[in-house]
């Protein structure tokens, strides 16, 4: 291999912020390199500069040997580097092909457009990262991944050399992530460079050759993939090992039981599954991808139908019949999707954590008493160390943390004392994901109930009281405190000792 990529002595500031200092980077043709830090540590303004969106103050961008000078993304472009953003730049009722071509449009002689040409073309790259799309419908009906191959089709159309890609498996399934690791094989043996940003390690070492690491705008360090693992990784990234990043279990006895889900089932000739949650604990649900956990919740506070349900809320029976009667009863969901499902991303910090309580704020009049909300928000955001300039900021701005803080700020508010964290750490970098569990933590210490559903199984091993372990839809198991380890959440979530189907 050769150099294709070299980034020398990269510098930027912002008024009050240096946000990159010094940066080497170099990445050879035909190569998968990892780029890796935490929100805030530089790499998004250092791929904004390779890709002409933003302008080093100092240092030099070599392609193939020739110094660079991007004033735009199009002279980027035009140099061989496409970029596929975490936010897709697709045009949503145009088609795959329309997209693809969309400000470079093949023509004819006579300014009309070649249709079948492009068409064609458009066939030809998806035969090379070999998979297939509708070319005929609007990319908005194309499934995330789909639409993830239409980005990429899109950047080799202007033949890239370099492609960057910013979390591309943050919203993608277990299965479309392989697929994309595929094609980014595909593509190194083909040539193209790949610069691969991600916040799950463990991709790093299923598809990638190198890695590199910023840490506060700062190189800490470049290493193969075949030298390094997680923890060193994670030390790089954060200046601290793994295991430093869950809080200590409680030494002290569980408190009294708070949810007694003593039967639920959840389709017809379905298992029938039971489980209890104690005053703070944090009580897991582990297993395979499709394993059922979230579904069990969901039906618990109502949110899926049930077969049948009998359950018991501080020692009452309770007919949990929607999610609105859950909240009422004070059990409060953090879904996985928290910006889709969590969220309201284009209203204030504000206004989310007072979006389900307003009557809470109820003043003369009727009229909402602005001074008691903003009130309770600033307390809230003091109280979570919600990072934002103002209980204004909208939330689209704030970090994957400080996101799922304001849900946590929103159920706080309205006095639930159950919460079920359902991926509670997706798409959240390393170091704000110490934040989030000791914040949970805390929480069960102050008498907070918690249910965590989790992929990761050091997440699971780290956080948990308990376990409940599924399998196809059962609970087959509870591991207490003593027994929670890989080995046997794996036996009975798989029936096997083999964790790499635990994702």
């Given at each position: 291999?050769s150099?294709l990529?070299q980034l020398?002595?990269?510098c930027k500031?912002?008024?009050g912020?240096?946000?990159l200092k010094?940066i080497?980077l170099s ?6 390199h990892?780029?890796?830090g935490?929100n805030g540590?530089?790499k ?7 890709a ?8 030099s961008i070599?392609?193939d040997?020739a110094?660079?000078?991007?004033a ?5 472009i035009a140099?061989g580097?496409?970029?596929?953003f975490?936010e897709?730049?697709l ?9 693809i071509f ?5 023509v004819?002689g006579?300014?009309l ?8 073309k458009?066939?030809g790259?998806f035969d ?5 799309i509708?070319?005929?419908c ?7 991944a ?6 990429i ?16 498996t943050a ?9 994309l ?5 595909e ?8 610069i ?13 050759d190198?890695?590199s690491?910023?840490?506060?705008g700062?190189?800490?360090g470049?290493?193969t993939?075949?030298?390094s693992?997680i923890?060193t990784l994670?030390?790089?990234?954060v ?7 869950f ?5 002290q006895a ?5 949810l007694?889900?003593?039967?639920i089932q ?8 039971s489980?209890?949650?104690h005053?703070g604990?944090?009580?897991g649900f ?7 956990r979230?579904e069990l919740?969901?039906g618990?506070i109502?949110a ?13 029976s309770?007919?949990?019949?929607d999610?609105a ?10 879904p996985?999707?928290r910006k889709s499902?969590?969220?309201?991303v ?9 979006l389900?309580n ?8 009727h ?5 008691k909300?903003d009130t309770?928000?600033?307390a809230?955001m ?15 701005n704030l970090?994957?943390g400080n996101?799922?803080k304001?849900v ?8 639930c ?11 959240i ?9 000791n ?6 210490e ?9 992929s990761?199984l ?7 009281d308990?376990?409940?372990v ?9 591991l207490q405190?003593?027994?929670?380890n890989?080995?046997e959440?794996m ?11 635990l994702?």
């Open positions: 291999m150099c990529l020398e002595n990269i500031s912002y008024p912020v240096h946000a010094s080497n990445v050879e043709r035909g190569e998968i990892a780029l890796l935490e540590a530089g998004s303004t250092l791929m904004k500069i390779l002409g969106v933003e302008h080093q103050d100092q240092g070599r392609i040997g110094e660079q000078h991007f735009t993304y199009n002279e980027a140099a580097i496409g970029i596929v975490q897709f730049s045009i949503p009722y145009l088609n795959a092909v329309e997209n969309l400000g470079h449009e093949l004819n006579f300014g457009l070649r249709k079948h040409d492009m068409r064609e458009a066939i790259l090379r990262l070999g998979v297939k509708n070319l005929d609007s990319v908005e009906h194309l499934s995330v789909e639409q993830q191959f239409v980005e089709a899109k950047a080799l159309a202007l033949e890239a050399r370099l492609l960057i890609l910013d979390e591309p919203t993608l399934t277990p299965s479309e992530a392989e697929l690791f595929g094609i980014m094989r593509l190194k043996s083909q040539g193209v460079a790949v691969f940003i991600s916040h799950h390690l463990e991709e790093i070492f299923q598809v990638c190198r890695i690491v910023l840490r506060d700062a190189n800490v470049a290493l993939v075949a030298d693992d923890d994670v030390e790089m990234m200046g601290r090992r793994l295991e430093a990043s809080p200590p279990k409680p030494t569980r408190g009294e039981v708070v007694q889900v003593r039967d959840l389709t017809r000739n379905g298992p029938h599954n489980f209890n949650l005053k604990e944090i009580l582990a297993g395979l991808v499709g394993s059922g979230t919740a969901l618990v109502g899926l139908p049930v077969v049948s349900k009998d359950v018991l809320l501080r020692g009452q309770v007919n949990l019949s999610p009667h859950a909240l009422a009863n004070g059990i409060g969901l953090l996985e999707s499902e969590g969220l309201i284009d209203f204030s910090i504000r206004e989310n954590i007072s389900n307003l009557g809470k704020y109820e003043g003369a009049a009229l909402l008493d602005r001074h909300e309770t928000t600033a809230l003091k109280q979570l160390s919600i990072k934002a300039p103002t209980c204004e900021s909208r939330v689209l970090s994957g996101q799922q304001v946590i700020a929103r159920w706080i508010n309205h006095h004392d159950i919460l079920i964290f359902d991926e509670p750490t997706r798409g970098d390393v170091g704000a994901k110490a934040e989030i569990y914040l949970m933590r805390k929480l069960t102050q008498g907070f109930a918690i249910i965590m559903i989790s990761e050091p997440e699971i091993i780290g956080m948990c308990r376990v409940a599924f399998n196809k839809g059962a609970i087959v198991n509870v405190a003593s027994d929670i890989p080995q959440v036996r009975h979530a798989t029936g096997s000792l083999n964790s790499e189907h994702h």
